[in-house]
């Protein structure tokens, strides 16, 4: 079982729409969770980091379940521009941090 | 303008030539990482480096050097490159800061291919 693990999608939803993405990881001990954000053969980018309290930036809402071992992330209103892969990252002991293999996203007219 | 550069953004080569693929940040970040992107199989850490002459195997270092002589500068070297070196490879860095990570800055990717 992989310690991080994304639905690899695509999700195609029409502008507009509400998605949301769920990741699962495996080591209890995580401490961090991140959301990046990673364009067609561009770099990685930070979107959001993911709270206990969860946590909302505009139409972004990113919400950690420890009971369940599972992040969420969760669009509201899509736009054309937030078609990408999402990178879900859980930081564990030791600060290492994995990757999840990403969610990708197409968000259509 | 803050950022981590890469070099070479692209390169073909052939098994056994040896090559350096550079990183460089101007973020003073102590903790600097390279990672490898293959498909289906997301970002895995090669080599980590905490500080200036402090570096650590990530998860899949065989085959891959590195060196932190400096703190802006973390060259990954492949000594005998192989074909199944053949990747995306994306350099990072960071802030290190109460014992924690912060926000990892990525390279904009470096594609090698290796014949």
């Known amino acids: 079982r992989k310690e991080v693990e994304q639905d690899p999608g695509p999700f195609n939803v029409p502008e507009g729409a509400t998605v949301a993405f769920n990741c699962t990881y495996s080591n209890s001990a995580s401490q961090s969770f991140f959301w990046y954000r990673q364009d067609c053969r561009k770099e990685p980018k930070l979107l959001m980091s993911v709270y206990s309290s969860g946590n909302e930036d505009g139409r972004f809402t990113a919400q950690l379940n420890r009971a369940s071992q599972y992040i969420s992330l969760l669009i509201r209103d899509s736009k054309l521009s937030d078609s990408a892969t999402y990178l879900c990252v859980a930081r564990g002991g030791g600060n290492k941090l994995t990757f999840g293999t990403g969610t990708q996203l197409k968000v259509e007219l | 303008e803050a950022q981590v550069t890469q070099n070479p953004r692209y390169l073909i080569t052939v098994t056994g030539k040896k090559l350096t693929v550079t990183c460089s940040q101007n973020?003073?970040?102590?903790?600097m990482s390279w990672y490898r992107q293959d498909p289906g199989l997301g970002l895995r850490q090669i080599y980590y480096?905490?500080?200036?002459?402090?570096?650590d195997k990530g998860d899949v270092p065989e085959g891959y050097k590195v060196s932190r002589k400096e703190k802006r500068n973390f060259p990954l070297i492949l000594e005998s490159p192989s074909p199944n070196q053949t990747s995306l490879y994306f350099c990072a860095s960071s802030l290190w800061a109460g014992g924690r990570i912060g926000e990892l800055f990525f390279g904009e990717g470096s594609r090698l291919t290796v014949l």
């Open positions: 480096s905490m500080n200036v002459e402090v570096t």
């Open positions: 973020m003073n970040h102590e903790y």
